[in-house]
């Protein structure tokens, strides 16, 4: 069953990606060498409580993982692609840097993710970095009414396996709106043509998750939260939440 939002919930959800907007802006301004990813967490909540919102990431306990998730950001450093936990790790000079938040308004959702590299960055960071950046612009771009969800999948898709990169298996985009995860999960692979076709009110979050080695396998860290590249390789990851509108797509993740 997918939820179509109405303008006035899609003006709230613009209110909720603003919120996190402005947390991923204040991560990355704050993050330097010496810096430990618990400190950026802390800089989020200031944003997104001081903004009288909530977060969507902090308790969230879905059936797969061992604990609630204790922070209001993911930061996946290096080799982690997603899911990262905002502990004690210490960030240094070249680290490539994921960070993904959320934030809650009036009960509805906003989720984007940005990657950056502390400090000094190599070519290969920074152009696994791009071709990530350039296969949500991609997904973005087609996210337009009459469009199918395998459209979109199509777009990220191709940018990622034109540059030699890997996307993390099993996951990919999803519907948003009162709960973060709503239907349609959106593969980051997939065929046009194929899947829900879209229509003015569908909300979504796309997120394109690129591994450098070229390989899609990953592992789980102890804690349940962390995956990693299986060859440990770098990984990459940005994403904006998406408005399905007759004028074409609205990105809601905006500052
Ligand atoms: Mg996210
Ligand atoms: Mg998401």
Redesign the pocket.
């Known amino acids: 069953m997918i939820e179509l939002k109405s303008a006035a919930e899609l003006d709230v959800m613009r209110e909720a990606g603003r919120v996190v907007a402005r947390a991923l802006a204040a991560c990355r301004a704050h993050a330097a060498p010496g810096v430990t990813l618990r400190e950026l967490d802390e800089v989020a909540r200031e944003v997104i409580f001081g903004a009288g919102a909530t977060s969507p990431f902090l308790d969230y306990h879905p059936r797969w993982s061992p604990s609630p998730f204790p922070g209001v950001i993911c930061a996946s450093v290096n080799d982690a692609v997603v899911h990262g936990i905002p502990g004690p790790q210490v960030l240094g000079d070249g680290d490539l840097v994921s960070i993904d938040c959320g934030a809650v308004v009036d009960g509805l959702c906003g ?1 984007a993710a940005t990657s950056f590299v502390i400090g000094t960055a190599t070519d290969a960071d920074l152009a696994l970095i791009d071709c990530t950046e350039r296969a949500l612009r991609a997904g973005i771009d087609t996210a337009r009414p009459g469009a199918r969800i395998g459209d979109i999948s199509h777009a990220i898709g191709s940018v990622a396996r034109a540059g030699g990169y890997g996307l993390l298996r099993h996951h990919g ?2 519907g948003i709106g009162r709960a973060m995860h709503e239907e349609p999960f959106v593969p980051n692979e997939g065929k046009p043509g194929e899947g829900l076709k879209l229509v003015p009110g569908v909300v979504l ?1 796309l ?1 394109p998750m690129l591994h450098a080695g070229g390989r899609d396998g990953y592992s789980s860290d102890d804690d349940g939260w962390t995956l990693r590249t299986d060859d440990g390789s770098r990984a990459a990851h940005v ?1 904006h939440t998406v408005a399905i509108t007759v004028d074409g797509p609205t990105i809601l993740t905006l500052p």
């Open positions: 989720d985009g999803h979050a997120e994403e």
